[in-house]
C-alpha cells in the first residue's frame, strides 16, 4: 500500500513496483488508509506499507500508530520529502523498518520493498 498526499508520487512509485509485479493498494491520506485497510482482509493480507509523513486529517505519525498497533506485523517504510532525524529515530524505534528521502531512487525503493516483502510480516515481536 501506498499513503502518500501527493498523486503524482503515488503514481510514480506505483508503476515502479507493478514492473516487479506488486498488487498495489493507494490511499491520500492516513484516515484513507485506515479505511482501505479495514475492508476485507487487507490487514491479513497487506505485505508492505510506503507511508508519508505529512499528510491531512490522520498524518503519517498517527497512522503509523494505528498500523503499528492493530497491524504490528506489517512492515512500514516512510517516504518523506522532509527528512527530520529526531522524526526518523522516533518512527525506527516504533519498529519503522526504513526511512526513505523523496524523491526515492528507484533502485533503492525496489530493493527495500523486495527485502523486506521477501522478509514477510514480524510475527515474532
Not at 95 to 106: A, E, F, T
Amino acid at each position: 500500500m501506498i499513503v502518500d498526499v501527493e498523486q503524482d508520487v503515488r503514481e510514480a512509485i506505483k508503476l515502479q513496483l507493478e514492473g516487479k509485479n506488486f498488487k498495489i493498494l493507494e490511499a491520500e491520506n492516513g484516515e484513507e488508509a485506515i479505511a482501505t485497510l479495514e475492508k476485507e482482509d487487507h490487514l491479513v493480507n497487506l505485505g508492505l506499507i510506503l507511508c508519508d509523513i505529512r499528510m491531512p486529517k490522520v498524518d503519517g505519525v498517527e497512522c503509523i500508530d494505528y498500523l503499528k498497533a492493530n497491524a504490528p506485523g506489517i512492515p512500514i517504510v516512510v517516504v518523506t520529502a522532509f527528512p527530520d532525524t529526531e522524526m526518523a529515530t522516533s518512527l525506527l524505534k516504533k519498529g519503522v523498518k526504513d526511512y526513505l528521502i523523496k524523491p526515492v531512487n528507484k533502485e533503492k525503493l525496489i530493493a527495500v520493498v523486495d527485502e523486506l516483502v521477501a522478509a514477510g510480516k514480524d510475527i515474532g515481536l
